[in-house]
Nanobody, 119 residues
């Protein structure tokens, strides 16, 4: 069982920055792919950014050039640096951990952290 705890959300003005963190419990963090998802009111949850166990990254088009995902395996933590924030970035942001062990895929989600971009 993996527990994920997000933090760093809040209220920020358009053009501002926030840094989200997600700390994972357990000893498998380094082999897990880590994702940030978000869900705005009335919309489906969408993938924002991914970082693999090998530290390859991928972003949804709407955040490319503004968001950066990174990980610190020594601290079991994944980060999402969000710059040049826009009102349309307002959502609950979730961290997800996924990995395959003994032939079985495991997936865990955090509880989410609210990001509100508004003047």
């Amino acid at each position: 069982q993996v527990q994920l705890v997000e933090s760093g959300g809040g209220l920020v003005q358009p053009g501002g920055s926030l840094r989200l963190s997600c700390v994972a419990s357990g000893s498998i963090f380094s082999i897990a792919n880590m994702d940030w998802y978000r869900q705005a009111p009335g919309k489906q949850r969408e993938s924002v950014a991914t970082i693999t166990s090998g530290k390859s990254t991928n972003y949804t088009d709407s955040v490319k050039g503004r968001f950066t995902i990174s990980r610190d395996n020594a601290k079991n933590t994944v980060f999402l640096q969000m710059n040049s924030l826009k009102p349309e970035d307002t959502a609950v942001y979730y961290c997800r951990s996924s990995y395959i062990i003994l032939g079985r895929r495991r997936e865990y989600w955090g509880q989410g952290t609210q990001v509100t971009v508004s003047s």
